[in-house]
Nanobody, 116 residues
Framework: QVRLVESGGGLVQPGGSLRLSCAAS????????MSWYRQAPGKERELVAT????????NYAASVKGRFTISRDNAKNTMYLQMNSLKPEDTAVYYC?????????WGQGTQVTVSS
């Protein structure tokens, strides 16, 4: 079955960096666009970034553009989110997401906390 497992979250000071990973299995990874979402306490889940199946095109939320970079390694069935210049407002649970044949699949999430 489809499985998405995020890792790499943690506590970081403002201005710091983290790299999130999403290990995928159970489907043809290279055939699907994928996304990172995040959800902060008391807020709705929001789209952070999307990458096409071959990685040739990416899109970002305005709030992270220029600071975050989404990428993927189709040989390793893994998607990444490099987060630089982190701000306290980036604090959230980060999820990887893939829609497959009218079904939506989510990972369990990884907590990112930006605080001094």
């Amino acid at each position: 079955q489809v499985r998405l497992v995020e890792s790499g979250g943690g506590l970081v000071q403002p201005g710091g960096s983290l790299r999130l990973s999403c290990a995928a299995s159970g489907f043809t990874f290279s055939g699907y666009a994928m996304s990172w979402y995040r959800q902060a306490p008391g807020k709705e889940r929001e789209l952070v970034a999307t990458i096409t199946s071959a990685g040739g095109s990416t899109n970002y939320a305005a709030s992270v553009k220029g600071r975050f970079t989404i990428s993927r390694d189709n040989a390793k069935n893994t998607m990444y989110l490099q987060m630089n210049s982190l701000k306290p407002e980036d604090t959230a649970v980060y999820y990887c997401y893939v829609p497959i044949v009218l079904r939506n699949y989510w990972g369990q999430g990884t907590q990112v906390t930006v605080s001094s």
